[in-house]
């Protein structure tokens, strides 16, 4: 069986580390590592108008900023297939066709559509659209027939859904769509990396981002006030390393090289927790130390980022090229599909056969 790779985001900002943490970097790494046969990575715009129907502008606005943050971040559309959501209407068709094998109940109990229902105040007049878009997704996902959707853990209920469509379309039609794999960051810092201030998502609504294009200016201010021990007063102190921001950061990006090159006072990150716990540790050294690791993690996405800025006409070419491609592929699993339900009446010979005998038509 090929080993097929779906995933995707929402344009509705600019990408940041916890996107980058939670799965971009993984996306290039599985990317670069050959293994995969096929790679396709959509921008959800139809799925980000589910709860932005008023605002189109912004999404549109945003596709460009998320397709240049996933190019500077090292997907090669050479090697992986960009595409935009809404350009595949193969993919409202199927979502129409699993509606039918979901129920109202289920998708109430979705957990992450439930969060972003009281996030939204949806609670009392939730759109359809936002409401079934875990089935969209399914579409999204089964279209391309993957094998496994590299995501972030708050994408889990997704994928857990699309499963269960999967099996009951297989049980009802017979084998014909493919059963995904979710592949979630194998660092736990990475699963769910907190906002600057603590909080336990990074979230543009709560302005505690810190995104990939962000100048160095603004990188520095950000972490110099990020969120540590509120206890920690005096150096002195000892200080706390569990839900402290600065440390969940180095867990997920800082390695052993980075304090050979900046802290070579410690040999790894267990001695600087070590030090922090005992007391006797500023949070100012720490979070320079991470400034320089953040930076140095950056500067070549941000290097690479302003190269594609000067020519976005290239980028929209890539989008172009890559929902062709996309397109055929969906429209492939659509006739499969069709096929399984028996709505594929015009090329069932089979069909018009045994409708005619039936009638008796000599034609
Ligand atoms: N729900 C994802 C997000 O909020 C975007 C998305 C849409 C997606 N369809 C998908 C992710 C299919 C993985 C697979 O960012």
């Known amino acids: 069986m090929k080993k097929i790779i779906l995933t995707g985001d929402r344009p509705t900002g600019k990408l940041h580390v916890g996107h980058y943490a939670g799965s971009l970097k993984r996306r290039v790494e599985l990317q670069n590592s050959g293994e995969y046969d096929e790679i396709y990575i959509m921008i ?6 589910t709860d932005n129907a008023d605002n189109p502008e912004k999404v549109r606005q945003n596709i460009i ?3 240049l ?16 959501q809404s350009q595949i209407p193969e993919l409202c068709e199927l979502s ?4 039918n094998l979901v129920t109202v109940s289920r998708l109430q109990r979705n957990p992450t559509v439930k969060t972003e229902i009281k996030m939204r105040n949806f609670e009392t007049s939730i759109p359809v659209g936002f409401f079934t878009y875990p089935i969209s997704q399914a579409a999204d996902i089964t279209a391309f027939k993957a094998t496994t959707v590299p995501v972030g853990e708050d994408q889990m209920p997704m994928v857990e859904q699309t499963r269960e469509i999967v099996r009951k379309f297989n049980s009802v039609y017979g084998e014909t769509l493919t059963d995904p794999d979710i592949l979630l960051p194998s660092n736990k810092a990475c699963l769910r990396l907190p906002g600057i201030d603590g909080k336990a998502k990074m979230s543009k609504s709560l302005g505690n981002c810190i995104y990939l294009s ?3 200016d603004e990188i520095k201010k950000k972490i110099m006030s990020m969120y540590t021990d509120p206890d920690h007063v005096q150096v002195s102190d000892p200080g706390k390393i569990e839900g402290n921001t600065v440390f969940t950061y180095l867990d997920a990006f800082s390695n052993e090289e980075h304090f050979g090159r900046y802290l070579p006072d410690y040999a790894n990150l267990d001695e600087l927790k070590a030090h922090y716990q005992r007391g006797g540790l500023g949070d100012v050294k720490v979070k320079k130390f991470l400034l320089n690791v953040l930076l140095e993690e950056l500067e070549p ?11 976005i006409p290239y980028i929209y070419e890539v989008l172009r090229n890559g929902s062709i491609c996309a397109r055929n592929k969906a429209s492939e699993t659509l006739d499969d599909v ?8 015009f090329d069932d010979e089979e069909l018009i056969k045994a409708q005619s005998e039936k009638y008796g038509s000599d034609k």
Do not use: T
Request: proline share 2%.
């Open 214 to 216: 962000d100048s160095k």
């Open 69 to 84: 943050d996933y190019m500077s971040c090292g997907l090669d559309p050479e090697k992986s297939v960009l595409f935009i």
């Open 301 to 311: 996405i941000q290097n690479k980022r302003k190269e594609l800025e000067k020519d």
């Open 96 to 99: 129409f066709y699993y509606m």
């Open 44 to 49: 959800a715009d139809a799925q980000a108008l």
């Open 338 to 345: 069709k096929k399984a339900m028996k709505i594929n009446y």
């Open 65 to 67: 900023e998320v397709a």
